[in-house]
């Protein structure tokens, strides 16, 4: 069991950067694959980038590539999401998740409560 909070949204203009946290607590939390997705106002939630549990693979959106980078500190239980470069479009409730693997991340149903992230024309 892993439990999920994340923290670093808010309202940021076009070009802006914002970094989120996702603190994980539990026995066992530096040891799943994590991940960030997000949610717009009548949307899915989609997919936005992932990280093993050692931190050696990452993948990430096409729509975020070479703009956000996922990272994360085992001693401290803790991914991060780095946005750079926000669009209007990237405007959305980012979600934090776990699993077993980074295939699993999106069905274990480990979530966090979300961090809204609005950014502005």
């Known amino acids: 069991q892993v439990q999920l909070v994340e923290s670093g949204g808010g309202l940021v203009q076009a070009g802006g950067s914002l970094r989120l946290s996702c603190a994980a607590s539990g026995r066992t939390a530096s040891s799943y694959a994590m991940g960030w997705f997000r949610q717009a106002p009548g949307e899915e939630r989609d997919f936005v980038a992932a990280?093993?549990?050692?931190?050696?693979?990452?993948y990430y959106a096409d729509s975020v590539k070479g703009r956000f980078t996922i990272s994360r500190d085992n001693a401290k239980n803790t991914v991060y999401l780095q946005m750079n470069s926000l669009k209007p479009e990237d405007t959305a409730v980012y979600y934090c998740?776990?699993?077993?693997?980074?295939?699993?991340?999106?069905?274990?149903?480990?979530w966090g409560q979300g961090t809204q992230v609005t950014v502005s024309s």
């Open positions: 990280i093993s549990w050692s931190g050696g693979t990452t």
């Open positions: 998740a776990a699993g077993s693997s980074i295939a699993t991340i999106a069905t274990m149903g480990y």
